[in-house]
């Protein structure tokens, strides 16, 4: 308190200061210098990038006709409407999305309520089930690859046990299949992290009053547990969606065989964003494949809505005192 | 004392699923190339070689230095510049504050590839492309959600931590050196490996903008491991990935508390 009445003192005994030396102007100047590399990185790396790929997804550029690029009005996306392989692939991409989002949900819910009690050796199930999370995808990719190899692979091996001459070739029969399993396997730590900060948020008193009122684990679990939970849900529900929409690597990655640049996923793992990146990177349709991807954003944007729109009859806020 | 008795066998049960694949590397990491499509599931004796040959193979060595370099500049730097803006976004004040910082958080929404697609052009016009400049262009950018991370920590601190060294006469960047630096450590370790680990993990990035000498292991690991007549070496690639993991593997055990409470800090996935 001394101290900020010093600071006043001084500033009022020189009212007539010129305005840069003014404290407001001070105070302002300093958090401009703070976030200046942001602010000059977001002006440079984020804006300008954001208004040229509007304005490419209006032409016909390929990379390389700087010169003599036109504008094409609304052709790319009348073309995309009409392009079946961004019907395709926008279709395979709901279908991943919507398995992921949903299988994750309950793997990574469900190994932070196993998890959120004191068990022994709490630390080390933890650790087992974050470190994939923490494998980069090229090495998980691989991973996967080989646990369902048809020839060496533990999967087929390990059904085998059950159905006897048991083969599959899961990369090329079942390409979404290990790519939705392999997806859940490297996120479930990051989300299991998210929902056990949300179990600890919850005061341990209702579940004990509720038990003590006679109800099952279920009964606390539906009644008591989830409903609380449920902000943290949507949270993870909306950032698993905007991150699984736009899935690339992965894909690619999985392809059967050797990789090289060209490489495509089989037609079942041919999703949206690998769509975009072959028509940009591999055909040169620069602009074409801007305006996919606004595409994606508008129809992620829409579901991001449409999922939080809907939580209002499953999400209630406890009211702020 | 009785959901102890089922939730045990069922965390055993779900941890063990889970780790089958990670296993089944390991396994694959010590077989005779002959031994992996065999009807045997373990390796008769652990072929150690495999290792040996999954660094002379790859040239192991000289793409893990260019993982190194590229990581180690990115990190260091968007650790620094990120640390800063969060540090103003949480500590200091003015015009249009609030609303820089949504901006900040709508920036995380936007697809990277909407942003990449045009970076990529004009990184190809200034002659950027096959060198490591576009990931040190990036780092001094500050990366929004290391922002975010930092903003979130430093506005834990309380009010009065700052106030008596202003007081004294210290300019801001002293006040952030000398006293909110040293008690942010946690804050720097999670955003440290979480660059880091993000650098060395990228795909996309390096095959879109870099070269065959230049590339990173991720890269070579995807394509390196081949016979002479084109077919793929499992066994040395899992030995390759190993490898590949390791370091990430190590770091995490090491900064397992920080990575976890910069998850909950920010309520973000890395």
């Known amino acids: 308190m001394v101290g900020t009445a010093h600071a006043l003192e001084r500033t009022a005994a020189r009212p007539r200061s010129t305005w840069w030396r003014r404290r407001g102007t001070r105070r302002a100047l300093t958090f401009y210098a703070f976030i200046?590399?942001?602010?000059?990185?977001?002006?440079?790396?984020?804006?300008?990038?954001?208004?040229?790929?509007?304005?490419?997804?209006?032409?016909?550029?390929?990379?390389?006709?700087?010169?003599?690029?036109?504008?094409?009005?609304?052709?790319?996306?009348?073309?995309?409407?009409?392009?079946?392989?961004?019907?395709?692939?926008?279709?395979?991409?709901?279908?991943?999305?919507?398995s992921t989002v949903t299988l994750g949900l309950v793997v990574q819910l469900g190994a932070a309520l196993l998890l959120d009690a004191p068990v022994p050796g709490r630390g080390l199930f933890r650790t087992l089930f974050y470190l994939p999370y923490v494998v980069p995808v090229v090495a998980g990719a691989w991973i996967w690859k080989i646990f369902t190899d048809p020839n060496g692979g533990l999967l087929n091996a390990l059904i085998g046990l059950v159905k006897p001459e048991f083969a599959m070739n899961w990369i090329v029969e079942q390409p979404t299949t290990v790519l939705v399993l392999f997806t859940v396997w490297a996120l479930t730590g990051g989300g299991m992290v998210v929902?056990?900060?949300?179990?600890?948020?919850?005061?341990?008193?209702?579940?004990?009053?509720?038990?003590?009122?006679?109800?099952g684990p279920v009964s606390v679990l539906r009644f008591i547990t989830l409903p609380l939970l449920a902000p943290v849900i949507l949270f993870q529900l909306v950032v698993s969606l905007i991150g699984a929409m736009q899935i690339i690597q992965q894909p690619l990655l999985l392809a059967p065989g050797l990789l090289g640049p060209g490489t495509l996923p089989p037609r079942d793992n041919y999703l949206y964003v690998v769509h975009a990146y072959h028509e940009i990177f591999v055909n040169q349709r620069f602009g074409y494949g801007a305006a996919l991807l606004w595409i994606l954003f508008l129809i992620t944007l829409g579901l991001t809505l449409a999922l939080v729109r809907s939580s209002r009859r499953w999400v209630h806020y406890e009211e702020a005192q | 004392m009785r959901t102890h008795a089922l939730r045990y066998p069922a965390l055993i049960l779900a941890t063990?699923?889970?780790?089958?694949?990670?296993?089944?590397?390991?396994?694959?990491?010590?077989?005779?190339?002959?031994?992996?499509?065999?009807?045997?599931?373990?390796?008769?004796?652990p072929q150690w070689v495999n290792y040996q040959l999954a660094v002379t193979l790859a040239d192991f060595g000289r793409f893990a230095t260019n993982s190194l370099l590229l990581a180690t500049s990115y990190t260091v730097i968007v650790v620094v510049t990120s640390a800063l803006v969060g540090y103003g976004f949480a500590r200091h004040r003015g015009?249009?504050?609030?609303?820089?910082?949504?901006?900040?958080?709508?920036?995380?929404?936007?697809?990277?590839?909407?942003?990449?697609?045009?970076?990529?052009?004009?990184?190809?016009?200034?002659?950027?492309?096959?060198?490591?400049?576009?990931?040190?262009?990036?780092?001094?950018?500050?990366?929004?959600?290391?922002?975010?991370?930092?903003?979130?920590?430093?506005?834990?601190?309380?009010?009065?931590?700052?106030?008596?060294?202003?007081?004294?006469?210290?300019?801001?960047?002293?006040?952030?050196?000398?006293?909110?630096?040293?008690?942010?450590?946690?804050?720097?370790?999670?955003?440290?490996?979480?660059?880091?680990?993000w650098v060395w993990g990228d795909y996309l990035y390096p095959i879109l903008l870099l070269n065959d000498a230049n590339t990173t292991l991720a890269v070579k690991l995807s394509t390196a491991y081949a016979d002479p007549h084109g077919n793929p070496l499992q066994t040395v690639t899992m030995a390759g990935v190993v490898l590949y993991v390791l370091p990430l593997v190590i770091i995490f055990f090491l900064a397992q508390r920080f990575i976890i409470k910069g998850v909950v800090t920010t309520g973000l996935r890395g």
């Open chain 2, 95 to 197: 015009p249009l504050r609030d609303q820089l910082f949504i901006v900040v958080l709508a920036m995380m929404m936007v697809p990277n590839v909407v942003l990449f697609v045009p970076q990529f052009v004009v990184f190809a016009k200034l002659e950027l492309t096959n060198t490591y400049w576009p990931w040190i262009l990036w780092a001094l950018g500050a990366s929004p959600l290391l922002v975010f991370l930092f903003r979130q920590f430093f506005a834990s601190f309380p009010r009065e931590l700052g106030d008596a060294a202003e007081v004294d006469g210290a300019g801001p960047l002293r006040v952030f050196l000398q006293v909110f630096v040293p008690n942010a450590w946690p804050a720097f370790a999670a955003a440290l490996i979480f660059a880091y680990t």
């Open chain 1, 195 to 215: 929902f056990l900060a949300g179990l600890q948020g919850i005061p341990a008193e209702l579940k004990e009053a509720a038990q003590i009122d006679g109800a």
């Open chain 2, 16 to 45: 063990a699923i889970f780790s089958l694949p990670t296993f089944w590397v390991l396994v694959t990491s010590m077989k005779k190339q002959s031994e992996f499509a065999g009807l045997r599931l373990f390796p008769e004796v």
């Open chain 1, 36 to 98: 200046s590399p942001w602010l000059i990185g977001f002006v440079a790396l984020g804006a300008i990038p954001l208004l040229l790929a509007l304005l490419m997804s209006f032409t016909n550029y390929d990379g390389l006709n700087l010169d003599y690029v036109r504008f094409v009005g609304a052709d790319n996306y009348a073309r995309a409407v009409n392009d079946p392989d961004t019907l395709h692939s926008m279709q395979r991409t709901l279908v991943f999305v919507g």
